[in-house]
């Protein structure tokens, strides 16, 4: 019922800038929290932003002040602009909703290298 879409994940160097994008094709997303979330190679899957449908954000400590998540209800988009990239934001980057089911994006790999 509900499909997320990632795109724009691939590799920078540190200090450079990404920005992700996730579309839902499920009814009435602009009610709906949507969340950005990441994994590394052996670490625990990990939130990283939230946006409500009312505009409120959150995010976590690690990306404060570097990350903005943003949405376009128009388009039932959200997007991750990540600048000051680190090479520990290296992860696969999943897009979430809850809508009384889970769905899950297929995830877009980010890697921060030189």
């Known amino acids: 019922q509900v499909q997320l879409v990632e795109s724009g994940g691939g590799l920078v160097q540190p200090g450079g800038s990404l920005r992700l994008s996730c579309a839902d094709s499920?009814?009435?997303?602009?009610?709906?929290?949507m969340s950005w979330n990441r994994q590394a190679p052996g670490n625990q899957r990990e939130l990283v932003a939230t946006i409500t449908g009312s505009g409120s954000t959150n995010y976590a400590d690690s990306v404060k002040g570097r990350f903005t998540i943003s949405r376009d209800n128009g388009k039932s988009t959200v997007y991750l602009q990540m600048n000051s990239l680190k090479p520990e934001d290296t992860a696969v980057y999943y897009c979430?909703?809850?809508?009384?089911?889970?769905?899950w994006g297929q995830g877009t790999q980010v890697t921060v290298s030189s």
């Open positions: 499920g009814r009435f997303f602009s009610i709906y929290t």
């Open positions: 979430y909703t809850n809508r009384h089911y889970g769905y």
